[in-house]
């Protein structure tokens, strides 16, 4: 379905026991199709239109693979308009694709480019990276 936003797919939620996610934060698209708040370099990520929690494990839950997203900041340190947002180590959010330790030709780790500064912000609007979603 399309929102005000762009595109949103509705995914199996697969939790890990102790999952806590709200809106705007990321998720890892499984091998499967579902999604899940566990980490893993190879993972896509994509952010949630819901909050979700353990218990909605098995259940479908709204994701933004496409258009403008509001995103969580997990460090807003160089992040201004234009810039390439990665994956951010606790893989809830994002961080400035250049940052110490990142590695920002990996396109699995690319979420998007900033709309705006992340300066004081939780949530900045992104551009999702387009990409082909292939489940096994």
Do not use: C
């Amino acid at each position: 379905m399309y929102s005000q936003w762009g595109l949103v797919d509705g995914k199996e939620f697969v939790a890990n026991g102790t999952a806590v996610r709200g809106i705007g934060e990321l998720v890892a698209l499984t091998a499967t199709g579902a999604v899940t708040p566990d980490t893993g370099a190879d993972n896509i990520y994509y952010p949630l239109k819901e909050p979700v929690s353990a218990e909605k494990a098995g259940e479908t839950v709204d994701v933004q693979i496409e258009g403008v997203a509001k995103v969580y900041v997990e460090d807003a340190d160089d992040i201004v308009a234009g810039s390439t947002v990665i994956v951010g180590p606790l893989g809830r959010g994002v961080i400035f694709g250049a940052a110490a330790g990142a590695d920002p030709a990996a396109s699995a780790s690319i979420v998007g480019i900033a709309q705006k500064p992340a300066a004081g912000q939780t949530h900045i609007p992104v551009l999702l990276k387009s990409r082909t979603i292939v489940v096994a």
